[in-house]
């Protein structure tokens, strides 16, 4: 597990500083990894040996012992994109009514977005509903009109503004819309994934040497790789909710914090006496 933050802005590893030097280190892990995995031997154990003799020395069959580790990695990185759900909602004595009157709240917030910068590529309409409404006197339902709620999903690529963008959209739909969520994500997040998985291998490689060594044995060839990694992200989310268009004028504060990556890799290496690995 890593104790660093923000080893990658918006999916690329930071330059400069002590963070340029960790990426630095980063970019050796992966080589480091690179090679173990590839030369099919572990860190400093026959490394440089090849040929038919070597590799037959440490092959994978069945009747080969091998070990089988697994390990973990993490890395960080600074969200650039801010996704958030909004719902505007109306009611009308008819059908036609209350989507008359949604359509034209929903409307107004979807052009606040785009006044504050949203794409409309990154708008879509995520969800509506109309729904009949009852009240039941004396226990007998009595139609009382129509809901209608039209979910809205955009996507923010300037989380700075965000909260101007947000304050602009209840401002125009006001106590007809809710706020159901916002979540951070990284554009590109394959540099942030890479990372976290040469930290994880690495990890597996030191746990598979350590184990070796106890039995008195020395890595062979590498037989497996797994990829275990989790599917997502462990990302930064929350609910907001307006009750009313008397916000405050201060625009919503939005902190994208910390975005973390894990990922898990399982090995499986061929085992062969230290004293066969040490001959030359």
């Given amino acids: 597990m890593s104790d660093v933050e923000g080893d990658v802005v918006d999916g690329a590893p930071r330059a400069g500083g002590r963070h340029g030097r960790i990426s630095r280190l980063s970019?050796?892990?992966?080589?480091?990894v690179a090679a173990v995995l590839l030369g099919?031997?572990?860190?400093?154990?026959?490394?440089?040996?090849?040929?038919?003799?070597?590799?037959?020395?440490?092959?994978?069959?069945?009747?080969?012992?091998k070990v089988t580790v697994q390990g973990?990695?993490?890395?960080?990185?600074?969200?650039?994109?801010?996704?958030?759900?909004?719902?505007?909602?109306?009611?009308?004595?008819s059908a036609t009514a209350a989507l008359a009157s949604d359509n034209?709240?929903?409307?107004?917030?979807?052009?606040?977005?785009?006044?504050?910068?949203?794409?409309?590529?990154?708008?879509?309409?995520?969800?509506?509903?109309?729904?009949?409404?009852?009240?039941?006197?004396?226990g007998v339902p009595t139609l009382t009109g129509y809901q209608v709620t039209n979910t809205v999903t955009a996507t923010l690529r300037?989380?700075?503004?965000?909260?101007?963008?947000?304050?602009?959209?209840?401002?125009?739909?006001?106590?007809?819309?809710?706020?159901?969520?916002?979540?951070?994500?990284?554009?590109?997040?394959?540099?942030?994934?890479?990372?976290?998985?040469?930290?994880?291998?690495?990890?597996?490689?030191?746990h598979a040497q350590a184990l070796a060594r106890a039995a008195g044995e020395s890595l062979g060839a590498l037989c497996s790789v797994t990829?275990?990694?989790?599917l997502a992200p462990?990302?930064?989310?929350?609910?907001?909710?307006?009750?009313?268009?008397?916000?405050?004028n201060a625009a919503v504060p939005i902190e994208s914090g910390t975005e973390i990556q894990s990922a898990q890799v399982s090995v499986v290496y061929a085992l062969t006496p230290a004293a066969h690995a040490q001959k030359g």
Avoid: H, W
């Avoid at 007809?176 to 994880?200: H, K, W, Y």
């Avoid at 990829?227 to 989790?230: F, H, I, T, V």
């Fill in 104 to 138: 034209a709240k929903a409307m107004a917030a979807v052009s606040a977005l785009e006044f504050g910068g949203v794409l409309p590529k990154d708008i879509q309409t995520s969800g509506l509903s109309l729904q009949p409404q009852y009240a039941y006197p004396k």
């Fill in 227 to 230: 990829d275990q990694s989790p």
């Fill in 158 to 206: 300037d989380i700075a503004k965000s909260g101007a963008v947000l304050d602009g959209v209840v401002g125009v739909a006001g106590d007809a819309l809710q706020i159901q969520s916002v979540s951070f994500s990284v554009a590109d997040p394959s540099a942030v994934e890479d990372l976290a998985r040469a930290r994880a291998a690495s990890q597996a490689i030191s």
């Fill in 72 to 93: 973990s990695g993490e890395a960080t990185a600074t969200p650039g994109l801010l996704t958030v759900v909004v719902q505007v909602s109306a009611s009308g004595p």
């Fill in 27 to 32: 970019a050796l892990t992966l080589a480091v």
């Fill in 40 to 65: 099919g031997a572990g860190l400093g154990v026959a490394a440089g040996r090849s040929g038919p003799a070597a590799r037959g020395a440490t092959s994978c069959g069945p009747s080969t012992s």
């Fill in 234 to 248: 462990q990302g930064v989310s929350a609910g907001l909710e307006y009750a009313s268009a008397n916000a405050p």
